[in-house]
């Protein structure tokens, strides 16, 4: 008998512990995304808000993402991949087809950012959560006079003051707008003639980077930086924000556009779809916006707005928003190893 008391009570204690687990899983909310990417106050209030817990994991590129979910890193419910990136995903079948009437703050969403998502043109698999560009922020302490322009990177007098993103497709996106063509093209020729371009920036930089830019460009090592003025500005004391501008060259630039996927295998898709729908509401969206000083995809935004943004949807018309190229990024690919060398 005790040992048959015993096993019932063991028995009942795995069920009570499978029982816990189980509604433990069921209210937490597992996300991938970048890091420093959302304000802490918002995970909180949607904790609040839903009785829940979010777990909150980072990654500092659309390939680390990429690569772990992939290989089956999965685990997460919500992943946020840009635009070259949800197409890569979509081809893999590594994302949930979207139920748009558990997303109705959808309709809260720029018809000009919509526009721009021809990787997911029907919006079947993707919710976007922010548009921007890459451009150049110069520390004005060090450099008073320039043009806004990509040949800013040909002036010998900034040599070893300047850097360019260590990230293929968004250099050769610069050069290729310099000289008037798409970040896309496929041609030969022209990704030659911007290879040319990118070997004489190169003379001038002290490196290709994409982990340093921003504390260097801060402190004064650096006097011009391409990057992501979101990265920069978040660093600049209140009192330093004149010392620095943030600028799209007039030639134009890459465009890219963040957004919120479901995992194929999500394990909480319900409450997914509850956080997105959630960051979609203006006065989330503002709070989003005010905390990375760029625009919001939601158009009602800028009413709930408290901080001043770096630049508005409007000043991105002459970009131009990254694709997926399938076998043509070797294009890139071999063109890329020739300049880094």
Known sequence: MKKIVLTILATIGILTVFVLTSCNRSNTLHIYNWADYIPEEVLQQFEKEYKCKVVYDTYASNEEMFAKIKSGGTGYDIVFPSGDHVKMMIMEGLLEKLDMSKIPNFKNI???????TNYDPNH????????????LIVNKKYL????????????????????????????????????????NTTNPEEIEKAKQVILKWKENIVKFDA?????????????VVHGYPENVFQLIPEDE?????????KEGGALWIDNMVILKDAKN???????IDFI??????AKISDFLMIPSPVKEAVNYQEVELLYNIEDLSNCEILDYLGKDIDLYNKAWEEIIK
Do not use: H
Not at 241 to 249: C, D, G, K, L, S
């Open 110 to 116: 720029n018809e000009t950012v919509l526009a721009k």
């Open 124 to 135: 079947e698999y993707s919710v976007p959560y922010m548009m921007g560009a890459t451009g």
């Open 144 to 183: 008073k006079d320039f043009e806004k322009s990509w040949s800013i990177y040909e002036r010998k007098d900034l040599k070893d003051k300047m850097t360019l993103l260590d990230d293929m497709r968004e250099v050769f996106g610069a050069a290729l707008k310099y000289l008037g063509y798409s970040v």
């Open 211 to 223: 982990t340093t830019y921003a504390q260097g460009v801060v402190n004064g090592e650096f006097w």
């Open 241 to 249: 924000m004149e010392n620095f501008e943030f600028f799209i060259p």
């Open 269 to 275: 898709k319900d409450l997914a779809y509850k956080f």
């Open 280 to 285: 979609l509401r203006p006065e989330i969206a």
